[in-house]
């Protein structure tokens, strides 16, 4: 009996300290950011029709381990549904730090255009900024 009671006291802290120690780590987003040097567009403006723009980010990972995977940029008329226009697997020497410039014009109508740009790191954690351009 005594051999039992000692059995299940170990037992019981072994399942303690492994309880406590093996918990899931939540992870920490990636880092993403706008660009917000002369001749960008880092925050809502509004533009003519057909009027360049360029709207530069800045990704880094936050941990170690958890390199930068993928990036995304979707677009939005009008209210509309947002359609992805550009999908990318990041390579490897892109995984720490990773930089962008889209250069583009608006449409040629009035209305309004909303990009996100979007950063997703080795873990699946998931950043996005996002901008509106009122076009008229």
Known sequence: MKKINQ????????????????????????DISFISDTGYTSSDAALGKNEPFK??????????????KTFNISVSYDGGPSESILSQTLATSQGDNYTYDLVKST??????????????????????????????
Do not use: M, W
């Open 107 to 136: 449409r040629n109508q009035a209305g309004i255009e909303k990009y996100s740009f979007t950063i997703t790191n080795r873990d699946g954690l998931v950043n996005t900024v996002s901008l509106t351009l009122t076009v008229h």
């Open 55 to 68: 709207i530069g980010i800045n990704a880094a990972k936050t941990e170690e381990e958890d390199i930068l």
């Open 7 to 30: 059995y299940i006291l170990v037992s019981l802290t072994v399942l303690l300290i492994c309880g406590s120690s093996c918990k899931k780590d939540p992870g920490k987003l990636p």
